[in-house]
């Protein structure tokens, strides 16, 4: 069973590494499949086969849930449900919403929807609405280690996004059946808000309970990374088997009250199916999560060996819970839980099978060694660990399994039963809470507390999985410390960085908004930092902050931001707080403390490469977008220019008064291709080789404008913009030839979309 898990995992696993789907003609080679599946010799590669076909044909018929292009961004009717707990940000309400099929026009089976105006009193999970929305296919932005969002849509099956328009038409049709788990949920989450209205750790207490993680500070969310304690709030096999164990015991001791119930059934029994009840309902609260998936599967094939007498071995259980994930949903590989979630139980076997010959300190033994085992995946997938995390956890995971947790969950159940216990019960869990979190926010702000990393080639990487694994064996094994050593190269930068005079540029995706990485052989430059969409999303900590991390980068030499547009300085507070700043320059300093003004005349030289700011005139009285510090940087044989937002007025003066000094080998387009930008003069005295539109997909203001994009094809310019590419990265060399990387492409897979605007 174990082999047969691990074939079939590989086969979900290779077909969602390809860049485009194959043909589905590849489905009538399901015959020869099976075939081969009665040979005992090849019955491993028949599953592997096997499970590449199942995933070709599951994804096909996931792909056909897309949106048809003669609906973008048309005003549509749709008559749905409410399919997800609504998030409340305050000047917008963000659900899931699942169409009933119009006679008119085919939907997706699911939608992602924003309402901005003329909110609602009230909205609820479960609920039936009638809603005139816009739509668009589901596109995200694209950069090196940055979420990938449309991976995450298509996980999801959510096949357009859109939001809702202003409109009279906007009615609720129906309540939400009494079954609806979701509705269930919402009703926690409302009454949590009801009883813990002020409460810094509300979200963190909902997390718990329904897997709701809107109300969690991003502050929370470092020192929940920095601790290592995130996995708490990820409701899994430790908090699905708490809640069976609470269930066992307690229903077990009230069988055996009346001695009539042991003739109709052992207490043991009775107890074990109370106990798979109890996780089947902590596991329907946390929607049903991967990891809470494998965690009840386990359960009840542990559950049904009890009732049936027969033993099975928990690993025999553990390979029947991921066949039966995969089988299900193969694209439930993708998620990291998945990995994180299987392979943890798997080092808990290994280590217990072979590393304890006593019980003397084995929980605290066994969850350092957990934490040790997973490094590897956590650096793959989030490029960072925590060093503090053992004594964390060793504080933390009492705490939360044992008193917070049954808490919560008494209190659940309390909430249809009598509901001024649950909120003593949902209160006296809060004031655990303010007990015990201060001690978590000390270790996470010990300095060296964690480690983050850049990127790891998959040979070095693979090299670490094999070292722990060898590190994890029987203590027996004669020298397998010398496995440590595999573990030194992460201590140092990254070496693959420019030469001296060389310039390595990144124009990253940031949606509709501006952000440029210059990185020479020892200093970086960052050039606006991108939107800020809300107060737990920028693009700051969301893509640029990943992108340096992924890069080896710990220090910003010079951060420019151009003007106060939200689309250039919204996410310089993240960068700001996150990494140490040499110098800030800005047009406008009074939006930034300690920064200076830039204006023209200013130079400096890195590593051979030089910086100059070309414009606003020291006593430059202009609007916003006229203010831009435009910035000029140059090697000697390619260069760079950096407009901002500037518009004609300024482009005109640049013309008169410093010609010479705009020639560049690569132009960012000024205001993102806007036609009160880019004369015909202008472009003839830059006279770039390529041009490049910092924009969004499918952008309300129409960037690159029709005009804007002609004016540079006629003057045989070479286009590229974020919207169609992603994050477009150059490398600028002496004497060679440029190289240029665009991430769209580069790093396409099935899910990724690739069609221009």
């Not at 009285?621 to 006229?626: F, M, Q």
């Not at 540079?712 to 286009?719: D, G, H, S, V």
Request: glycine fraction near 6%; hydrophobic fraction near 45%; proline fraction near 5%.
């Amino acid at each position: 069973m174990i082999k047969t898990a691990l074939s079939f995992s590989a086969g979900c696993f290779c077909l969602l590494q390809l860049s485009s789907l194959p043909s589905t003609q590849w489905l009538w080679s399901v015959i020869p499949a099976l075939i081969l599946f009665t040979i005992t010799k090849t019955r491993l590669l028949a599953i592997f086969f096997f499970a590449l076909l199942w995933t070709l044909f599951y994804v096909s018929q996931t792909m056909q849930n897309t949106l048809s292009p003669n609906l973008v961004n048309t005003e549509l009717r749709v008559t749905g449900v409410i399919s997800s707990i609504p998030e409340n940000h305050g000047n917008r309400i963000r659900f899931e919403f699942s169409p009933q099929q119009n006679q008119h026009y085919q939907l997706p089976e699911k939608l992602r929807l924003n309402w901005y105006q003329s909110l609602p009193s009230s909205i609820l999970a479960g609920e039936t609405w009638q809603l005139i929305v816009k739509l668009k296919p589901p596109r995200g932005t694209m950069n090196p280690a940055s979420f990938d969002y449309e991976k995450w849509l298509f996980q999801q099956n959510i096949g357009a996004v859109g939001y809702v328009r202003h409109n009279s038409k906007n009615v609720l049709i129906a309540s939400a059946s009494p079954l609806n788990i979701n509705s269930w949920r919402h009703k926690i989450v409302m009454m949590l808000d009801k009883t813990l209205p002020n409460s810094p750790y509300l979200g963190l207490v909902q997390g718990l309970t329904v897997g709701v993680k809107q109300q969690i500070s991003p502050q929370q969310w470092q020192v929940l990374r920095q601790s290592g304690t995130s996995h708490l709030l990820a409701i899994s096999g430790l908090h699905i088997g708490l809640a069976a164990a609470i269930g066992f015991f307690s229903f077990k001791w009230l069988w055996r009250l009346r001695a009539e119930n042991l003739l109709l059934l052992p207490a043991n029994h009775f107890g074990a199916l109370a106990g798979l009840a109890a996780g089947l309902f902590y596991a329907a609260l946390a929607g049903f999560s991967v990891p809470t998936q494998r965690a009840l599967i386990m359960l009840s094939v542990v559950t049904l060996t009890l009732l049936l007498k027969r033993p099975i071995n928990i690993s025999q259980s553990l390979a029947i819970a991921a066949l039966l994930i995969l089988i299900l949903n193969p694209l439930a590989i993708l998620s990291a839980g998945f990995f994180l979630s299987f392979v943890a139980v798997v080092i808990i076997i290994w280590i217990n099978q072979n590393r304890f010959p006593t019980a003397k300190f084995q929980w605290l033994k066994t969850h350092s060694l957990i934490a040790f085992g997973l490094t590897p995946l956590l650096l793959l997938f989030f490029m960072q660990t925590s060093l503090i995390a053992p004594i964390a956890n060793f504080i933390a995971i009492p705490i939360i399994s044992f008193l917070v947790i049954p808490l919560l969950l008494l209190g659940s159940l309390m909430l249809w039963l009598f509901e001024p216990l649950a909120e003593w019960l949902f209160n006296l869990a809060l004031t655990i809470f303010d007990l015990f979190w201060p001690i978590i926010e000390l270790l996470a702000n010990t300095p060296y507390s964690h480690w983050n990393l850049s990127a790891i080639s998959n040979l070095h990487w693979l090299i670490l999985v094999i070292a722990t694994i060898v590190l994890l064996s029987p203590r027996h094994i004669p020298g397998k410390w010398l496995a440590s050593f595999a573990f030194l190269p992460l201590f140092y930068t990254n070496s693959n960085q420019p030469e001296k005079g060389d310039i390595w540029f990144t124009l990253l995706d940031v949606g509709q908004g501006l952000s440029a990485v210059i990185q020479t052989a020892e200093h970086t430059v960052i050039y606006d930092t991108g939107p800020r969409y809300s107060n737990k999303f920028n693009a700051g900590s969301a893509v640029i902050e990943p992108f340096l991390k992924n890069r080896g980068i710990q220090h910003i030499d010079t951060l420019i931001v151009s003007h106060s547009d939200n689309d250039h300085i919204g996410g310089a507070k993240s960068l700001l707080d996150s990494f140490s700043i040499g110098s800030l320059l800005t047009s406008q300093p009074e939006y930034l403390s300690k920064s200076t003004m830039c204006f023209s005349g200013q130079s400096w030289q890195f590593d051979g490469v030089s910086f100059e700011i070309l414009s606003p005139e020291v006593q430059a009285i202009n609007s916003d977008n006229n203010l831009s510090c435009v910035l000029k940087v140059n090697n000697g044989e390619h260069s760079i220019l950096l407009p901002g937002d500037i518009e004609k007025p300024i482009e005109a003066k640049l013309v008169k008064n410093s010609p010479e000094k705009l020639t560049s080998t690569i132009l960012i387009a000024p205001h993102h291709g806007s036609n009160s930008s880019s004369t015909s003069e202008f472009i003839q005295k830059v006279d770039a080789k390529w041009v490049l539109f910092a924009t969004g997909h499918l952008n309300r203001y129409h960037f690159p404008h029709k005009k804007v994009k002609h004016r540079y094809q006629k003057a045989n310019t070479k286009l590229l913009d974020t919207s169609s590419n992603g994050a477009i990265m150059m490398k600028l060399k002496r004497q060679k030839k440029i190289e240029i990387i665009t991430w769209r492409q580069s790093a396409q897979r099935i899910w990724t979309q690739v069609a221009t605007d």
